[in-house]
């Protein structure tokens, strides 16, 4: 079996920054970037958006799966391998400097000296009966990235959540909408005070306590209604929508770590502050996989260059050994 000095996980922008920083590096980077792993398509989260107007360099904007195939074909032009293959575990040995074992779904083992994880994490939705068809053509899970696009400008737009993240989403949408509302199962918020003080009292923010959205009404273009059901008293209605945003939530794509990384309550890798070292010598991560702030294309590949830099550190201490 071959020993790999560096493997790479995942297939977003964290891991095909790291793929071409170290490709360039003559590292030879072995990448996987998996076959439908936590639902998405090789490529990551920017493959299921339309236009991607915020990551510098396209003054135009850019559809997210053309993005993800350039970076995946600058990858490829400075020697990175690409292997379709979802990763299923990876062997971690007691001995420090030894290679790691990675098991593939479909059970092929290959061995490698530095590992850096970029698995990323998938955004929780509510499957609706009409959310395949207006999946970004007025439904979206992330506000920051998609709300200034112009089909959401002067619309009212329907946020679902009840967290932090549902109200910062909310509170960003402000800036664009003609009134923002925050459906919420419950009658009341599990957001931190501070953000509920600034939704609560916020003049185009409006909470619509104890309900939730059972599905979206549209021309096949773009949504132009959502249906919304009212617990207490009972109550189907309808409301003009030109957008509804999922704020439910993200689950990083750590299940097939098994328990060797430390992750934190919410599943994703910890990292150590203001660097890509888990509490494995030798494996890195990168991108949402370790980030529950951020979650943006550029955040993502900042942090696959530090990955990168970190795992040539690592490789040329190795060595010196
Ligand atoms: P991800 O993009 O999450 O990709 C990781 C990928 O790795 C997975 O999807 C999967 O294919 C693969 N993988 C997972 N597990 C394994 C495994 N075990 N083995 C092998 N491969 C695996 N950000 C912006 O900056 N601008 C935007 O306009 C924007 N729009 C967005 C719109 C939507 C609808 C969504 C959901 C997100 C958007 N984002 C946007 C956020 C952005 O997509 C993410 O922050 C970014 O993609 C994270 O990159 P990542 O490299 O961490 O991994």
């Not at 419950?186 to 957001?191: F, I, K, V």
């Given at each position: 079996m071959v020993n790999e000095k560096l493997v790479i996980i995942g297939s977003g922008p964290a891991a095909h920054t790291a793929a071409i920083y170290s490709g360039r590096a003559e590292l030879s980077p072995l990448l996987?970037?998996?076959?439908?792993a936590g639902g998405v398509a090789?490529?990551?989260?920017?493959?299921?958006?339309?236009?991607?107007?915020?990551?510098?360099?396209?003054p135009e904007g850019i559809s997210g799966p053309l993005l993800m195939d350039k970076m995946r074909e600058q990858s490829l032009r400075y020697g990175c391998r690409i292997v379709t293959k979802t990763i299923s575990g990876i062997h971690i040995n007691e001995k420090p400097f030894e290679p790691f074992v990675l098991n593939t779904a479909d059970n092929e083992e290959y061995l490698a000296d530095t590992i850096i994880i970029a698995t990323g994490a998938t955004a929780k939705t509510i499957e609706l009966p009409n959310s395949a068809t207006y999946w970004q053509k007025g439904i979206s899970s992330c506000a920051v990235c998609d709300?200034?696009?112009?089909?959401?400008?002067g619309k009212d737009l329907f946020v679902v959540g009840g967290g932090d993240s549902a109200c910062e989403e909310a509170l960003f949408l402000t800036k664009f909408a003609k009134m923002v509302y925050l459906v919420h199962r419950?009658?009341?918020?599990?957001?931190s005070k501070i953000m509920q003080r600034r939704v609560l009292g916020h003049d185009k923010i409006e909470v619509l306590w104890e309900h939730e959205i059972t599905n979206v009404l549209g021309?096949?273009?773009?949504?132009?209604k959502v249906v919304l059901k009212k617990s207490e008293p009972s109550q189907v209605y309808e409301k003009a929508a030109g957008g509804l945003f999922f704020a439910i939530g993200h689950k990083p794509n750590?299940?097939?770590?098994?328990?060797?990384i430390t992750l934190d309550k919410d599943g994703y890798i910890v990292t150590e502050k203001g660097s890509t070292?888990?509490?494995?010598?030798g494996i890195f991560a990168a991108g949402d996989v370790q980030d529950k702030?951020?979650?943006q294309a550029v955040t993502a590949a900042g942090t696959g260059c530090m990955a990168f830099m970190e795992a040539e550190e690592y490789l040329n201490t190795k060595d010196s050994k």
């Open positions: 996987f970037e998996g076959f439908m090789a490529g990551g989260q920017l493959t299921t958006t339309n236009d991607v107007e915020n990551f510098p360099g396209f709300g200034a696009l112009p089909i959401f400008r419950r009658n009341e918020l599990r957001a021309d096949e273009k773009v949504i132009k750590t299940d097939f770590l098994g328990g060797k070292k888990t509490n494995v010598l702030k951020f979650r």
